[in-house]
Nanobody, 122 residues
Framework: QVQLVESGGGLVQPGGSLRLSCAASGNIFSINHMGWYRQAPGKERELVAIVTSGGATNYADSVKGRFTISRDNIKNTLDLQMNSLKPDDTAVYYC????????????????WGQGTQVTVSS
């Protein structure tokens, strides 16, 4: 069984920083790409940042220059460093991975974590 577990969320003031982490575990054969998504109340889930297996990164325009995504391919972990946080960044942040399991290594599927709350408020 595969699990993605997020951590690091919390309450911060505008202009502050947080670092989110995601740990993937289970019968993983390989991971293609990993990313962070977020969903605010009344809003659709949106892509925040993504990193491919080769290390290429892409960011939403709203977070460019403020957020940094990174991954550790040995430990199967994913991080999101968030700086200069704004109230509009308030949302539940979800870890996502496109991966193959040892049971079915020829088929890649999407897996999601439970989410971690980030609240930016004074």
């Amino acid at each position: 069984q595969v699990q993605l577990v997020e951590s690091g969320g919390g309450l911060v003031q505008p202009g502050g920083s947080l670092r989110l982490s995601c740990a993937a575990s289970g019968n993983i054969f390989s991971i293609n790409h990993m990313g962070w998504y977020r969903q605010a109340p009344g809003k659709e889930r949106e892509l925040v940042a993504i990193v491919t297996s080769g290390g290429a990164t892409n960011y939403a325009d709203s977070v460019k220059g403020r957020f940094t995504i990174s991954r550790d391919n040995i430990k199967n972990t994913l991080d999101l460093q968030m700086n200069s946080l704004k109230p509009d960044d308030t949302a539940v942040y979800y870890c996502n991975a496109l991966l193959r399991t040892t049971t079915i290594p020829f088929l890649a599927n999407d897996y999601w974590g439970q989410g971690t709350q980030v609240t930016v408020s004074s």
